[in-house]
């Protein structure tokens, strides 16, 4: 068999247990909480990435929490 059919075949076995592996060895190296926060930052970093790529606008609608915090705490109504 050759590289790109073992790969077509098997291709999600090999990337999750190479994935399981990697995150195996961080527990053992720096310990459980640390890989937590690891695993949460590249998360997030995954979700702004894939909001960029779908151009999904802001992450959060600046204009409208503004203009709210501008209206309920106006100093003289």
């Known amino acids: 068999m050759k590289w ?4 077509v075949v098997y291709g ?14 961080l527990y053992l190296v720096v310990g459980f909480w640390h890989m937590v926060v690891v ?3 590249t998360l997030i970093g995954y979700w ?3 909001r ?3 151009r999904s606008g802001p992450l959060l609608p600046w204009g409208e929490i503004w203009g709210k915090l501008a ?4 100093p003289f109504r």
């Open 71 to 74: 209206e309920r705490w106006r």
């Open 48 to 50: 702004i990435g894939r």
């Open 52 to 54: 960029k790529d779908l």
């Open 12 to 25: 999600g076995r090999i990337s999750w247990t190479a994935c399981g592996l990697f995150f195996g060895l």
């Open 4 to 7: 790109n059919e073992i790969w």
């Open 39 to 41: 695993a949460l930052l």
